[in-house]
């Protein structure tokens, strides 16, 4: 038999549910309305007097007839819609902030457990939209950054070895006495080449200048010995340390945060369906809590899975993008791996 606080608590919540019905137009039976309503003379008596015994079965029986005509709303999750008081730090923010802007004093709104549960969902989901931007712009950055270095350091190479040739090529003229006009075509090519060379060089100077600014806590390769790292040695020690984080930002960093991006957008959906539908109780939100490791776990999985763009009908989809999908869908890629296993297990 339920002791005195636990039926005090539940003739408490059949109440809500009881509200909640009446205010969705769900039709209630006089009768069972009247039980509801009428439990609550069992708050002066106690729970262990025989003569309550009829009147608690009776309750039980009208909330769980309540129960199932409230679905998919339960007593708990009514409890979970129900105002509750603001905590203490709300109530200190408050008052620091109306210090701050010289404001009169107001404890915040008392809000719902759910209330509570999609403010935090909005919040994770800015924070995971701020990591993906920032990581993101910061890979696309040095990717670019790296890529072109590289591109215009061959360049200057080879115009370097171009130049050469072409130094040459016109030493063997003037020495065989050859005509003006084959030693004017090889000076505008040595002219131009010469030009080509300075603006490959301008370029690797500035890329180098953003990879060191990209590694601002990177002190250079250190010196061995007394004789000090050339320029070339020098560029090639950045280019490295900056393609290895771009390597892990590419492997783990950035498929986790899509996949934690992806996960934080089903939880704030789902938690508007939920609450729309009067649904979010206590196991939706330990639900919604595992989702989001889940959601980071797949986006890495899917990483290893689609190290590179995949091929689809009207184009290609990035690694990223697949992480994101994931993360918002963990049962597809829980699937495959079932059916993955299931595979080799049958064989």
Known sequence: MADTNELKSSIADAQRLLQYASVKGIEVSPELV????????????SPEDKESFEAQKEFWSALAS???????????????AAKSEPDVWAGRWAKLRAKIFRTDFAL???????????????????????????FQSYYEV??????KYVQAEVESKQESERAKELGKQREAVVRAKGSDSELQRIDQEISKSRSTFEVASEQTSRRLHWMNAMLFWNKGLPTVGDEPPSEAEKARYTLGILEGWLVLLRSFVLPIAWGFLGSALYVSRSLAEDIRAMAYASERAILHRSRYYMGMVAGFVAAKFFPTSVGVEFGEVAPFAVALLVGYSVEVLFSLLDRLIGAFSTK
């Not at 039980?35 to 708050?43: F, H, M, S, Y």
């Not at 409230?70 to 409890?79: F, G, M």
């Open 34 to 45: 009247g039980k509801i309503v009428g439990a609550q003379a069992l708050l002066s008596q």
């Open 66 to 80: 309540l129960s199932i005509l409230t679905r998919p709303a339960t007593v708990d999750s009514v409890r979970h």
């Open 108 to 134: 915040p709104s008392p809000l719902s457990t759910a209330e509570k549960a999609v403010n935090q969902a909005r919040c994770l989901a800015l924070a995971g939209l701020l990591v993906v931007a920032i």
């Open 142 to 147: 040095g990717q670019t950054t790296a890529t």
